[in-house]
């Protein structure tokens, strides 16, 4: 398996854009997690998914953030409009039904606004 | 809610010395413990957990931790760290009661570890 994929490896944009960060799960997966990290606040979860519906967004910071699972292969965590402390790398993971708490990550997205 | 401590920031160690990394939980319940590894410039990995049974975990490339359920405790051990060993390592609690946010897991603000050769 190739693991959780997450595109773009690098973004850089200026404060005001908007910002898709994407996610493919591992096949078969069951959950999907999102996480933000940052040296102030270390790994935080922002939010996650239970086949493809959100469970628990409590860990989104504002409106601006938003996070959608059409499918089972596919997340999406946008950000309309960027601001400069949303500077971060994200992470993507996801696990099994019969052990969610055993999380696989995928390999980041650093994100950068000017 | 659930809270992770890991009180060293930055250790730095010579090839061959011990390592013992300190992490400590806020949850008075069953937990399920982790602990990951961020090499520079990769993504998370497993480096071992405990569900239940024994609490002497041991994970890959050597290391080993230790569940003290009294001490609310979950430290990391490697006898001998090789350079190869620096990264970022990361206690994580899963914290198991009902509801939603049961899955979640709460990480530790980690530990960078430097080995020099």
């Known amino acids: 398996d190739a693991g959780v994929i997450q595109s773009p490896r690098h973004e850089v944009t200026e404060m005001g854009q908007e910002v898709t960060l994407r996610c493919k799960p591992i096949?078969?997966?069951?959950?999907l997690f999102w996480y933000r990290q940052t040296m102030m606040r270390g790994l935080e979860l922002l939010i996650y998914?239970?086949?493809?519906?959100?469970?628990?967004d409590s860990g989104m910071p504002e409106d601006r953030f938003s996070a959608k699972m059409p499918n089972a292969s596919f997340s999406t965590l946008k950000i309309q409009p960027s601001e400069p402390r949303d500077s971060a790398v994200y992470f993507c993971?996801?696990?099994?039904?019969?052990?969610?708490?055993?999380?696989?990550f995928g390999p980041g997205t650093r994100l950068l606004v000017l | 809610a659930q809270s992770v401590s890991q009180h060293n920031h930055h250790v730095i160690l010579s090839e061959a010395a011990s390592l013992e990394l300190g992490c400590n939980y806020s949850y008075g319940g069953t937990v399920n413990l982790f602990w990951y590894v961020q090499y520079p410039g990769q993504h998370l990995q497993l480096l071992l957990k405990y569900f239940s049974g024994d609490p002497l975990v041991k994970g890959i490339k050597g290391f080993e931790a230790e569940f003290i359920k009294s001490k609310f405790s979950f430290n990391l051990r490697k006898p001998s760290v090789q350079w190869s060993d620096t990264a970022e390592y990361f206690c994580a609690v899963n914290a198991q009661y009902s509801g939603a946010g049961s899955y979640q897991l709460t990480f530790g603000k980690g530990t960078k570890l430097s080995v020099i050769p």
């Open positions: 998914f239970n086949n493809n519906v959100p469970i628990d």
């Open positions: 096949s078969g997966h069951d959950y």
């Open positions: 993971a996801s696990s099994l039904l019969e052990r969610v708490e055993t999380q696989y």
